[in-house]
């Protein structure tokens, strides 16, 4: 299942299993790019609510817009960044994946790392997409795997 407009940004969240809770394929889609693009047995609760989580703690924390800072110019080594929501990705930062999203005027600024920090990437968005694509994720216990033979389907209940 694809959440979002895989044309600009979208998650992809795929049941596959049932182990302590649901799990499966939970990818961003970035430029075309399947983000960590790796792991089949995610734990969907845990990605899931921990996404939806840090981004609302992070909206009543940060009110403030990075600005046009270049990213190269963010110092991420002194934990969190001023001005930056961490995005809890929970074990996909075992995949070396990390996200934050900062703002800039009308625009999202979604940064990210594949190399555990050790550089990043950066899209803009319209301001709120990020927002509201992590709002419209279901949360894994309303996804329902329907699986026929070797076709498995993750819908929501």
């Not at 961003?28 to 399947?34: E, K, L």
Request: aromatic share 10%; hydrophobic share 40%.
């Amino acid at each position: 299942m694809i959440i979002g407009n895989p044309y600009q940004i979208a998650i992809q969240v795929e049941q596959i299993d049932v182990l302590c809770s649901p799990s499966g394929i939970f990818n961003f889609i970035i430029n075309d790019t399947f983000i960590p693009g790796k792991g089949v047995t995610i734990d969907l609760y845990i990605v899931i609510s921990s996404l939806k989580e840090s981004l609302e703690a992070g909206l009543k924390e940060i009110n403030e817009d990075i600005g046009n800072m270049p990213v190269e110019k963010i110092d991420f080594s002194e934990g969190m960044p001023e001005k930056l929501i961490s995005l809890d990705v929970a074990e996909l930062y075992d995949y070396g994946c990390n996200f934050w999203l900062g703002f800039d005027g009308n625009e999202d600024r979604l940064i990210y790392t594949l190399d555990f920090e050790n550089s990043f990437n950066e899209n803009r968005f319209p301001r709120g997409t990020i927002e509201k694509l992590i709002r419209i994720l279901p949360l894994a216990d309303a996804l329902i795997m329907d699986k026929t033979n070797d076709i498995i389907i993750t819908k929501v209940n």
